[in-house]
Structures are given as structure tokens and as C-alpha cells.
């Protein structure tokens, strides 16, 4: 059974690890995770399984170090990788391979920032950094050009006062990027709200349609009867929603929710962004919207379209992150990645 377990959780686990010995090399542990909500380690974890060299599944072969911890959870699958090649699989996925090369530099500094901000400062924990979209994703995806973007900005980390940032980054958006604060609540002074820059990015307009009854479903309350937009955020886009239900014998119950949460309740495929506006058709609910992600940070469409105006990945990435500055990461002493957000 254990093993049947094991099976189907490393199958679900998509990663990439380059065929050449780690040796010396840097490397970076990625918990594989399939989705953001599926369990993580527990300090009870224990040892299950070291597994190295060859393995083979689900018709890939994949080379490399799996750790296999064993908790009241289940199986927790760890992949030692060196970490420039994990950073090239995690730049793949996020972005086209055929982009303009700066963008994929810009990209390749900021998914870098991300991954050495964590790997720093889990040093006592069994994994450094997940594989989910929490953190950077990465799968088996890999491509030469990418991987010159990243030999090409080697070491290179975005700081703000001599720290690493929080390089947050989403898919595109329509005007301005979005202010942290009115996200998370936590504001950060190189995250403003800057021009998008986007063009022609699949996501530039939008339709989805649900029904009241998916809608309750997906936020587990009861009939739905009306959906308001409660208030916007200083960008335009939708801050809170104000929902009336009838629950029981209760007649118009109404609840506030914040609209990253109703998105996310939704699900974020399925809802691309806050930026939207609502409409009715018997019981059926209209959003007509722009833009995808939570739209702070660096828009990845935006950056496309700087690059392609013969702009290069530092004028990018400090368009995005005003008053941020590229260090040398070996420059850094490792206080300087666990002491400031």
C-alpha cells in the first residue's frame, strides 16, 4: 500500500534534474508538491526512503537524489537538484521560451531572488522551497536559451538597502500594477503601483460565467441572491464583494469577502483576475474583466513588452521594483537573507 502511495505521489510530481553529477555544485531542495493545499513535512516526519540514480516512471526516466519522508499525512517527496539547473526548469515553466531574451534574463533574476531568499532562510528545515506556485514553479520543462538567460545573469539577486526582495511577478494586467497592501496587507516600499506595459497578452480582456449555484458551492454557503462589489482598490480592481444568501430560515443573509479570496475560492484558472466587473442573466453570474494574477510586481506580458522595445532586463526589473539594485548573491553575507523582508 505504502508503496502504491509512493507511486502515484512521485508520478504526480513533476521535476527535472540535469544529467550531470551535482558534485560540487550549489544545490536547492524542492519539495514536489501537486497543489498549494496539499500537506507539508510535519516535524514528525521521518526518513522513509533515500532513492539516487535512474529512475524511471510513467514512461520518463529522471536522474537524481528523491528523499521520501513518511508522516501521519502520507509520503513527502524531496528532490536534491543542482541549483542553477533547477532555476532553468523553474524559468521554463513560468514563461515562453520563444520571449525576447531580456525578458527571460529579467525573469531568470527574479526567480533567482525568489528561490535564494527561501533557500536561505529554511536551512534548518528537511526542503528549501516547494514546487507549487506558492514559490516558483518547476517541472521537467528545460530549453538552451532559457538556460543562457540564466548562466547569462549568473549570481545576480535584486536587492532594496543591500537585501534580497520579495520579487513578486504575475502573468499581466491592464493599466497599473497593483499595490501589496491591498492584496496581502503587507506593503513593501519597491513594490508600487507602476504602468503595466502590457500588449496584446491573452489575458488584456476577459469573459466567465457561473452559475449562483457553482458560486455558493465553491464558497460553501447557502442560496445565493445577490453578488455587489462592495469597494475597489486604489488600481480599480475589486477589493470586496458583498454576497446575500439565504441560509435555513434565514432570509437575506448577507457576508462580506474580499475578492483574492473569492477568487481563490473560485479558482484562479477560473476566475484570472480581481479586475472585472459583474452582471446578471437569470442565474447566471457575468465577470467581465483583464488581466491575470494578483497583478503586483513585475507583469510578465509587461516585461515582453519592454524588452521588445529594446529595453534590457535591468531597465525591466527596475521599472517593476523601483529603487531595487542587481548584487552579486556570493556578496551577501546569509544574515542579510534571514534578518529584513
Avoid at 516600499?189 to 488584456?204: D, W
Avoid at 458560486?215 to 445577490?226: H, K
Avoid at 459583474?278 to 447566471?284: A, L, Q, V, Y
Wanted: with cysteine; charged share 20%.
Amino acid at each position: 500500500m505504502i508503496k502504491a502511495k509512493f507511486t502515484i505521489l512521485v508520478a504526480a510530481a513533476l521535476f527535472f534534474l540535469h544529467a550531470q553529477h551535482a558534485g560540487a555544485e550549489d544545490i536547492i531542495k524542492v519539495l514536489m508538491l501537486g497543489t498549494p493545499q496539499a500537506p507539508l513535512p510535519s516535524e514528525q516526519a521521518e526518513l522513509f526512503e533515500n532513492i539516487s540514480g535512474k529512475i524511471y516512471i510513467n514512461g520518463k526516466f529522471y536522474e537524481g537524489s528523491l528523499r521520501i519522508l513518511r508522516d501521519e499525512n502520507g509520503l513527502h517527496v524531496i528532490n536534491s537538484i543542482p541549483f542553477d539547473t533547477y532555476l532553468g526548469a523553474a524559468v521554463a515553466n513560468e514563461i515562453n521560451k520563444e520571449w525576447e531574451l531580456e525578458a527571460l534574463k529579467a525573469q531568470a533574476v527574479i526567480s533567482r531572488t525568489h528561490a535564494m531568499l527561501y533557500k536561505n532562510r529554511t536551512t534548518n528545515r528537511n526542503y528549501h522551497i516547494s514546487s507549487s506556485i506558492m514559490h516558483n514553479l518547476y517541472n521537467d520543462k528545460i530549453d538552451p536559451l532559457i538556460s543562457y538567460a540564466v548562466k547569462a545573469t549568473k549570481d545576480e539577486v535584486l536587492t532594496y538597502d543591500d537585501y534580497p526582495i520579495k520579487a513578486l511577478y504575475h502573468n499581466t494586467c491592464e493599466g497599473n500594477t497593483e499595490l501589496p497592501e491591498e492584496v496581502w496587507k503587507e506593503s513593501y516600499p519597491y513594490l508600487k503601483s507602476v504602468s503595466c506595459n502590457s500588449r496584446n497578452a491573452p489575458y488584456e480582456n476577459w469573459k466567465r460565467k457561473f452559475t449562483l449555484e457553482e458560486i455558493a458551492t465553491a464558497l460553501g454557503i447557502g442560496n445565493i441572491r445577490s453578488i455587489d462589489i462592495l469597494s475597489y482598490t486604489l488600481t480599480g480592481r475589486v477589493k470586496t464583494i458583498l454576497l446575500s444568501s439565504d441560509t435555513g430560515n434565514t432570509i437575506n443573509n448577507t457576508k462580506t469577502i474580499p475578492a483574492i479570496e473569492f477568487r481563490d475560492r473560485l479558482g484562479q484558472s477560473a476566475l484570472p483576475s480581481t479586475s472585472f466587473s459583474i452582471s446578471f442573466n437569470n442565474d447566471h453570474v457575468l465577470f467581465t474583466g483583464n488581466g491575470k494574477g494578483h497583478g503586483v510586481g513585475l507583469s510578465m506580458w509587461g516585461a515582453l513588452e519592454m524588452a521588445r522595445q529594446g529595453m534590457n532586463y535591468k531597465e525591466i526589473l527596475s521599472h517593476y521594483y523601483p529603487g531595487t539594485v542587481i548584487h552579486d548573491s556570493n556578496k551577501l553575507q546569509h544574515h542579510e537573507f534571514v534578518s529584513k523582508d
